[in-house]
């Protein structure tokens, strides 16, 4: 989960949890949290919950912002079975993008998959007056550019956007949302590009709905410049209700079906493959779930398609 301090990593993690079962459990798979895992999570989505019951929002920068470092475990496996895989969340203080560059790296070299949270109205309003001050963009590229250094297995890099309600309304608003990250984070994807990494490297944009019932309406500055987010719910009877909080894990477990399929060697990798040659209903449990993955209207594969196809 990589992102600056309050653009929404944990409530991205958060509307995933809260969303699981309902979506998984349409298919022969269950995502278990571990107490721990389910008690931070409890704790986050209550707070979600409680600001979605307001009609008129104000934000300075999400829920309670994460302190430390800490990993989220979920145990994935067919449903009533013991756990097949263990899916392992890292999130951590926004800040430690300055002050433990080091430990974020390794984050992000240690994982098979980067969620790169977005702050969307950060990035869409008054000229994306303030993406550079929350989003960071710099420091991300930065970070990728160390961490991606002699690259030499795949890796699933997701751009999600998130309090993206507003912006996915209609489609000229999803284009203008996949516009602005083509072009605020057009380093970035140039980097990914390389001759080096292009190979390797699969990207997509999978925007989430972390609230799904409020839509941005203004933002004001404090009387130190600051700005203050305001959001609005455009019907007073809907509550919390996130949207497409599923499609990162889709998306995850399309990437995995795939290394499999080819047969890659890597050896982070290894017993999951072994698991799925010798567990074909949970191998077939997955593929059924990533066919749901979105690629249309603000859902885009910017690179990759080869490494996220299945035939």
């Known amino acids: 989960m990589l992102g600056h301090s309050g653009v929404g990593k944990t ?6 949890y809260d969303q699981f079962d309902r979506i998984i459990g349409k298919t022969n798979l269950q995502l278990t949290p571990d107490d721990e895992t389910k008690t931070i999570l409890d704790q986050r989505l209550k707070e979600l919950k409680e600001s979605a019951q307001q009609n008129s929002i104000k934000v300075r920068g999400g829920i309670n912002k994460t302190e430390t470092a800490r990993t989220y475990n979920f145990d994935l496996g067919k449903t009533g079975k013991v756990a097949s895989i263990k899916l392992l969340f ?5 800040g430690d993008i300055f002050t433990k560059k080091e430990a974020v790296i390794n984050y992000i070299r240690d994982s098979v998959a980067i969620l790169i949270a977005i702050d969307t109205p950060a990035l869409m309003e008054n000229n994306s007056q303030w993406h550079e001050e929350l989003n960071q963009p710099q420091i991300i590229y930065d970070l990728f550019k160390s961490s991606f250094a002699d690259l030499d297995s795949p890796k699933l890099v997701i751009f999600a956007p998130v309090k993206c309600e507003k912006y996915l309304r209609d489609t000229t608003g999803e284009q203008q949302l ?3 990250i083509q072009e605020k984070y057009s380093n970035l994807l140039s980097f990914f590009r390389s001759d080096a990494l292009v190979p390797y490297v699969a990207t997509v944009m999978t925007p989430v709905e972390t609230l799904g019932s409020v839509d941005f309406s203004r933002v004001e500055e404090d009387e130190n410049g600051e700005p203050i987010f305001y959001f609005r719910k455009p019907d007073p009877n809907k509550f919390y209700s996130p949207n497409n909080s599923d499609q990162p894990l889709r998306y995850l477990l399309r990437f995995l079906l795939k290394l499999h399929l080819q047969k890659r060697k890597m050896s982070f990798l290894e017993l999951i493959f072994v698991m799925l040659d010798q567990d074909k ?3 077939n449990a997955m593929s059924e779930f990533s066919n749901g993955c979105k690629n249309n209207g603000a859902f885009t594969i910017f690179q ?8």
């Open 11 to 16: 409530s991205l993690l958060c509307a995933m």
């Open 90 to 94: 890292q999130d951590y203080s926004g």
């Open 178 to 180: 996949v516009t602005a």
């Open 281 to 283: 209903t949970f191998l």
């Open 304 to 311: 990759g398609a080869n490494l996220l196809t299945i035939n």
